[in-house]
Nanobody, 116 residues
Framework: QVQLVESGGGLVQPGGSLRLSCAASGSIFSFDAMGWYRQAPGKQRELVAIITNPIIKYADSVKGRFTISRDNAKNTVYLYLQMNSLKAEDTAVYYC?????????WGQGTQVTVSS
């Protein structure tokens, strides 16, 4: 069983930065994809960034501002999302995602609020 635990969300002013982390533990044989999604109030969940080795894809709305990265430790896989130049429209719950086809896993989500 795979567990995904996000951290790093919070309240930040417009123009600020946050770094989200996701720790994947359990049966962490190689995932064919890991990424971040977000869901704002009243909106559908949307892709933010995803690593499908060797390809990295970003939503157009975050290109040039967000950077996704992955680090494989001994028993844990870490996924990060560095978010810079944050805007009010980035406010959402951010979810970590992992896939080993045909299975997918989601974290519990972490709230990011961009407000002055």
């Amino acid at each position: 069983q795979v567990q995904l635990v996000e951290s790093g969300g919070g309240l930040v002013q417009p123009g600020g930065s946050l770094r989200l982390s996701c720790a994947a533990s359990g049966s962490i044989f190689s995932f064919d994809a890991m990424g971040w999604y977000r869901q704002a109030p009243g909106k559908q969940r949307e892709l933010v960034a995803i690593i499908t080795n060797p390809i990295i894809k970003y939503a157009d709305s975050v290109k040039g501002r967000f950077t996704i990265s992955r680090d494989n430790a001994k028993n844990t896989v870490y996924l990060y999302l560095q978010m810079n130049s944050l805007k009010a429209e980035d406010t959402a719950v951010y979810y970590c995602y992992a896939r080993r086809a045909p299975y997918t896993w989601w974290g519990q989500g972490t709230q990011v609020t961009v407000s002055s």
